[in-house]
């Protein structure tokens, strides 16, 4: 049995969830999100948590069962209090604008570079280097977030670039001057 699959996924009275041919939807008060249930798992909805059950021992319904769990549990947390990533942008010069439904950034390159925000996502600017990416889709939020860092990933000897808000960048040692 699965740790994590027989954890029950509590949920509060502002989130409904339903299941219909396969699909189960979740609606809250952040907005409503819905996946396809994984063959060979089912959910079973009781006052205020639901469970998931597998159908069989197979090897593939064991694979799903916690899968499925966390699924639901991250589209329950999705649309009662939503999710965030943050990114730092750290260089002379680099700095982030949100401008209408476009992300401008400047980040040495000879144009800026603009980064069109996809449908769901919230992305807010602070002081020019902090980007505050948010929504209720968990894989969405950290799909965007990763796309951004990867128009100029940290470098390590000067640790220009953008990276995650906590991320360690390990620094090397530049070039050593001959005797």
Not at 43 to 71: C, P, Q
Not at 82 to 108: C, H, Q
């Amino acid at each position: 049995m699965s740790r994590i699959g027989k954890k029950p996924v509590i949920f509060p009275k502002s989130v409904k969830i339903s299941e219909s041919a396969g699909i189960v939807k979740v609606e809250g008060p952040k907005g409503t999100l819905s996946s396809k249930l994984p063959e060979g798992v089912n959910m079973v909805l009781s006052e205020g948590n639901l469970v998931v059950e597998r159908k069989s021992d197979e090897r593939l319904a064991r694979s799903y069962h916690g899968l499925a769990r966390t699924l639901i549990s991250n589209m329950v947390t999705g649309v009662s209090t939503g999710f965030t990533k943050n990114l730092e942008i750290s260089g002379v010069g680099f700095r982030a604008e949100v401008d209408g439904s476009k992300l401008k950034m400047a980040l040495g390159f000879s144009s800026p570079v603009l980064y069109v925000i996809p449908q769901g996502i919230d992305i807010k600017v602070e002081k020019q280097t902090g980007i505050l990416v948010s929504g209720i889709d968990k894989q969405l939020v950290g799909k965007v977030a990763a796309e951004i860092r990867a128009f100029k990933k940290p470098e390590p000897y000067k640790g220009k670039g953008i990276k995650y808000a906590g991320e360690h960048i390990r620094r090397k040692a530049g070039k050593s001057a001959a005797k």
